[in-house]
């Protein structure tokens, strides 16, 4: 029995012996890439992972790559690089709208860009325009510093960045599994033995295809996106113009003129300040005025916006007024009157030449009866 229960020791200590070996083996084993370490908190366990694939993307505003551990699963994750389709849009004053879209175009190609789309146009007296350009993402903050440089004022700005990472990478995983699908279908083709059969894996062949096309588009979409950031710009005028115009500018004494200005720029409500050339003013932004005295005026208008910026015109010798009794007037008068006069005779003669029959006929009829009573008087 002793010996017995000493040879069932001896067995149990050279076990033992032989798995101690074989642990000390692996772990002197060498490693060709040191791992990453991740560390879940002061007093957590830190954990030991294996590097994981990263998926490049093309064109991508990217972040270095991060590593996560899942503590109830056990499972490790690597997040790819970060895909950020950035967004921005600006409404500026700036001092010439139509120099500022200049501007504009050629910084879109300068950061490697293009203008998507631009337009200008005139709203309640203000020159305003509208431009939306794309530049590459990496240069998005420059450009909008640049943008910030040429204006007098910012009216406001907003940035915005859409996190697309998660849809490409689900994206990618779908179009994977789509292209395998598309492979054993394409063997099923081969080994199909009847009509029927082509026709069921064809069916799935177009559909298959289909979606695959689908999300390569939607891939590819988020890829410029991402690569090309997009800035809307809102641009208004601060540079005052001012144009002013009169109903009439040859007129009698005491007739009433009315004057109208077009105002464009600067930063309304604007206020007027009108000067007539004849001791009067006004501040109407559309004046009625009278002269009353016969000569020739000079009429200047100043226009001050809400921001205190001024613009003047002055235009000299504007306004003609003529007195009641003009020898002009006369002579054009009594050359009226004689052209009339000669207007009835010419008619009247006209109508004498149209109904001429007529007239001979009534003065036979008179001949041959003044000659009829001539002769019974004899």
């Given at each position: 029995m002793k010996r017995l229960i000493l040879g069932l020791l001896m067995v149990i200590l050279l076990v033992g012996a032989f798995g101690c070996a074989s642990t000390s083996e692996v772990t002197r084993a060498p490693m060709t890439t040191p791992a990453p370490t991740t560390s879940l908190g002061k007093g957590a366990a830190t954990y030991t992972l294996a590097p994981a694939p990263v998926i490049a993307i093309p064109g991508a505003a990217t972040s270095s790559t991060q590593y996560s551990y899942d503590t109830n699963s056990g499972t490790q994750y690597s997040s790819i690089e970060r895909m950020i389709i950035s967004n921005g849009s600006m409404q500026l004053v700036v001092t010439d709208v139509n120099e500022a879209l200049k501007q504009i175009t050629n910084l879109a190609g300068t950061y490697g860009g293009f203008v998507v789309n631009s337009n200008i146009q005139e709203n309640q007296n203000r020159l305003v325009g509208d431009i939306s350009i794309r530049v590459l993402s990496e240069r998005?903050?420059?450009?909008?510093?640049?943008?910030?440089?040429?204006?007098?004022?910012?009216?406001?700005?907003?940035?915005?960045?859409?996190?697309v990472t998660e849809e490409y990478t689900d994206l990618a995983s779908n179009l994977r599994n789509l292209q395998a699908s598309e492979t054993q279908l394409l063997k099923l083709m081969e080994q199909a033995g009847n009509v029927t059969e082509i026709l069921g894996v064809q069916k799935e062949l177009v559909t298959t295809r289909g979606e695959i096309e689908q999300i390569k588009g939607r891939m590819q979409y988020l890829e410029?996106?991402?690569?090309?950031?997009?800035?809307?710009?809102?641009?208004?005028?601060?540079?005052?113009?001012?144009?002013?115009?009169?109903?009439?500018?040859?007129?009698?004494?005491?007739?009433?003129?009315l004057f109208a200005p077009t105002v464009s720029g600067g930063f309304s409500p604007y206020s007027y300040t009108w000067d007539f050339g004849d001791g009067q003013t006004s501040t109407d932004d559309n004046p009625i005025h009278a002269y009353q005295k016969t000569g020739t005026y000079t009429v200047s208008l100043k226009i001050t916006d809400d921001h205190g910026g001024t613009v003047s015109l002055k235009r000299d010798n504007y306004i003609t007024v003529l007195s009641g009794w003009e020898a002009g007037n006369t002579a054009h008068s009594a050359w009226n009157g004689f052209t009339g006069l000669m207007h009835f005779f010419v008619n009247l003669i006209i109508w004498l030449g149209i109904f001429s029959p007529i007239w001979i006929i009534v003065l036979v009829i008179l001949y041959f009866t003044v000659w009829r009573k001539r002769k019974k008087a004899k």
């Open positions: 998005f903050n420059d450009t909008l510093a640049a943008l910030r440089a040429m204006a007098v004022d910012i009216k406001s700005e907003t940035t915005s960045g859409q996190d410029q996106s991402s690569s090309l950031a997009l800035i809307q710009v809102t641009l208004e005028q601060s540079k005052l113009t001012v144009e002013f115009n009169a109903n009439s500018r040859s007129v009698k004494a005491n007739e009433k003129i």
